[in-house]
């Protein structure tokens, strides 16, 4: 199954303007409100092709908003990988040396090893453990519906819940190696009230997926409490007003492709619920691959070819 072509609907913004920002580390501004309350950070750009993010802070930083309490930062991540965004190649500007959501390990963050992405964590790195609140803004390769990911926790279940948007959240660590920003140890620490959530908005350069990124971090603000209610509905685009309840997912596991070829029983796009546990969904070299339990949700199939690559995650209804 060849790997499809996607048109590029969204312009990638000129985040230049930020470079300087007022926080000591390029790209990285936060407005205090001089009132008591968490600090509440929304990334863009952790992977530098997903350009929704980046729309959706350019829009937050030119509608002039201002937190109501507490501290509010607005980050580009991999600005590194995302200078290199070229419309005419999308794909190639996800990263410079590794995945960035990948690198939150403290034995690695400590360590003296280097490559771009861990130089830019571990400039980042001071500033994450002052976040109360974290909203990770990604996008997704197919033009699956987009999903909240959280790592799990019961905190962050229920923020995910109270943020209610989109309109699936998915909870579970998705088995990858390494560790992504949301599971970074502060964030994932059953002792205190931190949460990180990772939004993934839609198809990378789709058109709907600017306004969801746009969306989902507005719900985020307003659960957060740290933004005046009426700039939020002011700004809440007709599809993000009054979503219905969102489901919760488990993700139950994880496929990674055994060998060089790995090919869908069908053009996934994710997000599809197979009915029947033992419904072939893959075959991997001579391996066939099946659901492993009734109404199993595909999430996130990667048309990314070779061994080792992860493939897919299924998921269970959990409410
Ligand atoms: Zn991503």
């Given at each position: 199954m060849a790997a499809?072509?996607?048109?590029?609907?969204?312009?990638?913004?000129?985040?230049?303007?930020y470079r300087k920002g007022n926080t000591g580390i390029e790209f990285v501004t936060s407005f205090d409100s001089g009132?008591?309350?968490?600090?509440?950070?929304?990334?863009?750009?952790?992977?530098?092709?997903?350009?929704?993010g980046a729309i959706a802070l350019d829009t937050l930083?030119?509608?002039?908003?201002?937190?109501?309490?507490?501290?509010?930062t607005f980050g580009f991540i991999n600005h590194m990988a995302y200078a290199r965004f070229d419309a005419a190649n999308p794909d190639?500007?996800?990263?410079?040396?590794?995945?960035?959501?990948?690198?939150?390990?403290?034995?690695?963050?400590?360590?003296?090893?280097?490559?771009?992405?861990?130089?830019?964590?571990?400039?980042?790195r001071p500033l994450f453990d002052t976040v109360d609140l974290m909203l990770d803004i990604h996008s997704l390769g197919t033009y699956s519906k987009p999903l909240m990911i959280c790592h799990g926790l019961k905190k962050e279940r229920d923020f995910a819940a109270k943020v209610n948007f989109p309109a699936h959240i998915m909870c579970g660590s998705g088995?990858?190696?390494?560790?992504?920003?949301?599971?970074?140890?502060?964030?994932?620490?059953?002792?205190?009230?931190?949460?990180?959530?990772?939004?993934?908005c839609g198809q990378?350069?789709?058109?709907?997926?600017?306004?969801?990124?746009?969306?989902?971090?507005?719900?985020?603000?307003?659960?957060?409490?740290?933004?005046?209610?009426?700039?939020?509905?002011a700004h809440l685009s007709a599809e993000g007003k009054n979503p219905p309840k969102a489901e919760m997912w488990e993700v139950t596991g994880g496929i990674t492709a055994k060998t060089d070829d790995f090919r869908f029983a069908e053009q996934y796009i994710g997000m599809e619920v197979i009915a029947k546990a033992g419904t072939p969904i893959a075959q991997d070299g001579g391996e066939t691959i099946v659901t492993p339990h009734d109404d199993c949700l595909l999430m996130?199939?990667?048309?990314?070819?070779?061994?080792?690559?992860?493939?897919?995650?299924?998921?269970?209804r959990i409410g």
């Open positions: 499809q072509s996607y048109p590029v609907e969204l312009t990638a913004p000129d985040i230049e303007p009132k008591p309350g968490p600090h509440v950070m929304i990334n863009a750009i952790t992977h530098g092709n997903e350009i929704c930083f030119k509608l002039g908003l201002r937190p109501s309490r507490g501290i509010l190639a500007s996800r990263f410079v040396d590794e995945d960035f959501n990948r690198v939150w390990v403290e034995n690695r963050l400590d360590s003296d090893e280097d490559t771009v992405e861990l130089r830019r964590a571990r400039e980042l088995h990858i190696v390494g560790k992504r920003i949301i599971e970074y140890t502060p964030f994932n620490d059953a002792a205190n009230d931190k949460v990180a959530l990772l939004v993934e990378h350069w789709a058109a709907s997926s600017g306004r969801v990124a746009l969306d989902t971090a507005l719900h985020f603000l307003r659960v957060a409490d740290v933004v005046d209610p009426a700039f939020i509905d996130m199939p990667s048309y990314k070819q070779g061994a080792g690559t992860r493939k897919l995650r299924l998921c269970k």
